[in-house]
């Protein structure tokens, strides 16, 4: 299995929105509802940020959502904020047991 | 609220053995699924492999032939040890939970444990 491909880098001014791309296969993101993004600052462990695709844990905010297409899972991040500048990360079932991530996308706030 | 902290040697020699320990408090040990990944400095995240409850385990396969992951469930701890390494290994070390909110679905690694970094060296 390849890791799923993210963009490197994205950037967005305060109060935009950015969406970033996870593209993977019919062999995982196409196939599963297991599509999870993760926030991580430097230096620090990554954060569970959205779930089944677009579902999020109890505590983030509702401006981050998630949505899949086909083969394509993406993150959404609405009225962003200098807090939101991160790396993160795409992770998706690949089938028997396995687990893929992305390569990570760097977001600049501008 | 449960909490996750990874423990072991910094500094490993080539060839030689990484063992680590994540410690679980706060909560049930029992009942889910349990994860170590790692991430190179500067790179990204590579899920190395999982145990059940049960000690059911699942390796990713570039690394299957060198990794074991074991349970110590009167500890309320799970292991890993990464055989034969070399420089590449180098990686901060995360052990995480995955959320399973039923037996049968998974959805995810809600919770993580601070990292360790391991370097291998001579």
Known sequence: QSALTQPASVSGSPGQSITISCTGTSSDVGNY??????????????KFM???????????SNRFSGSKSGNTASLTISGL??????HYYCCSYAGSG??????GTKLTVL | QVRLQESGPRLVKPSETLSLTCTVSGGSFTNEYWSWIRQPPGKGLELIG????????KYTPSLASRVIISLDTSKNQF??????????DTAVYYCAKFYCPSS??????????QGTLVTVSS
């Open chain 1, 98 to 103: 396995l687990w893929l991530f992305g390569g």
């Open chain 1, 50 to 60: 959205v779930y089944g695709v677009n579902e999020r844990p109890s505590g983030v």
């Open chain 1, 81 to 86: 904020q200098a807090e939101d500048e991160a």
């Open chain 2, 104 to 113: 049968s679905n998974c959805y995810g690694l809600d919770i993580w444990g």
């Open chain 2, 79 to 88: 292991s890993l040890k990464l055989s034969s390494v070399t420089a590449a």
């Open chain 2, 50 to 57: 999982h145990i059940s409850y049960t000690g059911n385990t």
């Open chain 1, 33 to 46: 509802n297991f599509v999870s993004w993760y926030q991580q600052h430097p230096g620090k462990a990554p």
